[in-house]
Antibody, heavy 127, light 108 residues
Framework: QVQLQESGPGLVRPSETLSLTCTVSGGSISGYYWSWIRQSPGKGLEWIGNIYDSGISNYNPSMKSRVSISRDTSKNQFSLNLSSVTAADTAMYYC?????????????????????WGQGTLVTVSS | EIVLTQSPGTLSLSPGERATLSCTASQTVSNNYLAWYQHKPGQAPRLLIYAASDRATGIPARFSGSGSGTDFTLTISRLEPEDFAVYYCQQHGASPYTFGQGTRLEIK
């Protein structure tokens, strides 16, 4: 069974960049779709963005100007960068594998529910 | 963006009872693409239901989803001790993909 593990600094200074990595085991990241989600006391669960098998990313408009998601297939990892952080970015950050289905032509298509999740990593933004 | 409102906020029931959790969307959920998750403290959230009524692999048959349009329901037919947790709905039909605020299912 696929397993995901988030890693990265637990404390980030305001205005700096938050960087997290998700390491996937039990399967390859190639051929699948991956996502970052966060949970803060003030806003609940919030989808941050996806990265597709093609390497193209799709982001929540509320954070689009500050977010970048990338992947490293050689390490079986994908990463999140969130720039210019403030206290409002304090949250538990989760990585997840996105659901998919096969269309009538046999191609996989993204189906934006979150099938497998990591346990999350808490990031606090504070000076 | 679609706002999802879950009710009740907290549901107190006993093992063996039936649980009914609601999720109401601020606008029609495209293709009824609504998912449900179970979340226990310190654990990864677990997918239960997607596309309103399709059970994820390995999910017991006591969990069922129903609904369409803007009103959706997660039913747990007969509560087991391990079912007490927080449950979230999520619409996966239109970006940005949004979640409800959760229903806490606690032991009475």
């Amino acid at each position: 069974q696929v397993q995901l593990q988030e890693s990265g600094p637990g404390l980030v200074r305001p205005s700096e960049t938050l960087s997290l990595t998700c390491t996937v085991s039990g399967g390859s990241i190639s051929g699948y779709y991956w996502s970052w989600i966060r949970q803060s006391p003030g806003k609940g669960l919030e989808w941050i963005g996806n990265i597709y098998d093609s390497g193209i990313s799709n982001y929540n408009p509320s954070m689009k100007s500050r977010v970048s998601i990338s992947r490293d297939t050689s390490k079986n990892q994908f990463s999140l960068n969130l720039s210019s952080v403030t206290a409002a970015d304090t949250a538990m950050y989760y990585c997840a594998r996105v659901g998919y289905y096969y269309d009538s032509s046999g191609y996989s298509r993204i189906w934006n529910y979150f099938h497998y999740w990591g346990q999350g990593t808490l990031v606090t933004v504070s000076s | 963006e679609i706002v999802l409102t879950q009710s009740p906020g907290t549901l107190s029931l006993s093992p063996g009872e039936r649980a009914t959790l609601s999720c109401t969307a601020s606008q029609t959920v495209s293709n009824n693409y609504l998912a449900w998750y179970q979340h226990k403290p310190g654990q990864a959230p677990r997918l239960l239901i997607y596309a309103a009524s399709d059970r994820a692999t390995g999910i017991p048959a006591r969990f069922s989803g129903s609904g369409s349009g803007t009103d959706f329901t997660l039913t747990i037919s007969r509560l087991e001790p391990e079912d007490f947790a927080v449950y979230y709905c999520q619409q996966h039909g239109a970006s940005p993909y949004t979640f409800g605020q959760g229903t806490r299912l606690e032991i009475k």
